[in-house]
């Protein structure tokens, strides 16, 4: 089997559906549990979209954005703290538009998603503080 990139697979197929890998966009979407619907962008993105972009390191990131400016966005994943800044347009393949969960789609338009992304993003300053916090604490029981 042949294995195609994220970009072939949204060209060939109008949608890609993967599974993640790591921890960044926790407590929303886990490792190994969920299933992520990623589709074309039309236009510009907005604030709390949540683009699949690949870094120019070859990378494949999915975070969300917390700030649109002019030439490019300001990103972050959900369990992070440090924003990611001069990701622009070139560097997005797709962005999310659903989660499956348990087989139940999520989409991105539902109220309990948005309500959550309301409270997760718009709470940033903090979240960012406990996040730290508790990397922090992992850090220092892993080095016990």
């Keep these: 089997m042949t294995k195609s990139s994220f970009e ?60 649109v400016r002019k030439d490019d966005y300001v990103i972050c994943g959900d369990n992070r703290w440090k924003k990611e800044y001069g990701i622009s347009d070139r560097h997005i393949i797709g962005v999310l538009s659903a989660v499956i969960r348990d087989g139940k789609e999520v989409p991105v338009s539902s109220l309990k998603y948005r309500i959550y992304v309301h409270i997760w993003c718009d709470l940033f300053p903090v979240r960012a503080l406990i996040v730290r916090v508790l990397n922090k604490l992992k850090r220092m029981k892993a080095a016990k």
């Design 8 to 67: 072939e697979q949204l060209r060939t197929n109008g949608k890609l559906i993967y599974t993640n890998q790591g921890d960044s966009m926790m407590p929303l979407i886990q490792q190994d549990r969920d299933l992520l619907v990623i589709v074309p962008v039309q236009g510009r993105l907005k604030k709390y979209d949540v683009p699949l972009y690949r870094r120019d390191s070859g990378q494949y990131v999915l975070h969300r954005i917390l700030k």
